[in-house]
């Protein structure tokens, strides 16, 4: 049972526009929700993070907008640019327990 | 940020042989550390979660024999892949918990032959 799901496998934006990379989640209990970048043969890496009390948290050119009803949140890149091309990962966890539950990802090419 | 590490970055074994990886926490003490594993195309899967001095927790369908890990200190757990086939070849990443936050390893590519 995938707790996290992100149903885009890839995604292709042309430099400069807004990519969204969307992610769903089942369990009710997960109150703190992460988006993590991840290059081949690399760790993932941190983007940014949204806690279950707000609904937008914004950092630089990344914004994460969670919708707790539809149990939905998103990532937007804007303006993309050549290095956000790279695996995206939706990650959801219940504050207080360390383990992270990853969705299976989507792939981001930005063209130019 | 955190560093944390991992050894080797990429290992290639034959069938049967066990490997070790190790995973460091170089600039803070670890609490606690997660092993995940990632097929390709596929979402990182927890395999288990050790706590220093403690047995680790393995997630349902990973075998503790198989994947035995060790916590010996707060900067330090290991992998070990025991008697490792083909279908282990994977890539495994690390992450390191200060309690606060989450920080992961470069991985580690292993690929049995």
């Known amino acids: 049972d995938q707790q996290v799901k992100q149903n885009s496998p890839s995604l292709s934006v042309q430099e400069g526009r807004i990519s969204i990379l969307n992610c769903d989640y089942t369990?009710?209990?997960?109150?703190?929700f992460l988006w993590y970048k991840k290059y081949p043969a690399e760790g993932p890496t941190f983007l940014i993070s949204i806690s279950s009390i707000k609904d937008k948290n914004e950092d630089g050119r990344f914004t994460v907008f969670l919708n707790k009803s539809a149990k939905h949140l998103s990532l937007h890149i804007v303006p993309s640019q050549p290095g956000d091309s790279a695996v995206y990962f939706c990650?959801?966890?219940?504050?207080?327990?360390?383990?992270?539950?990853f969705g299976k990802g989507t792939r981001l090419h930005i063209l130019p | 940020g955190a560093v944390v590490s991992q050894h080797p970055s990429r290992v290639i074994c034959k069938s049967g042989t066990s490997v070790k990886i190790e995973c460091r926490s170089l600039d803070f003490q670890a609490t606690t550390m997660f092993w995940y594993r990632q097929f390709p195309k596929q979402s990182l899967m927890l395999m288990a979660t050790s706590n220093e001095g403690s047995k680790a927790t393995y997630e349902q369908g990973v075998e503790k024999d198989k994947f035995l890990i060790n916590h010996a200190s707060l900067t330090l757990s290991t992998l070990t892949v025991t008697s490792a086939h083909p279908e282990d070849s994977s890539f495994y990443i690390c992450?390191?918990?200060?309690?606060?936050?989450?920080?992961f390893g470069p991985g580690t590519r292993l690929t049995v032959t």
């Open positions: 369990n009710s209990m997960f109150d703190y």
């Open positions: 990650a959801a966890s219940v504050r207080g327990d360390d383990k992270i539950i």
């Open positions: 992450s390191a918990s200060d309690r606060y936050e989450q920080y």
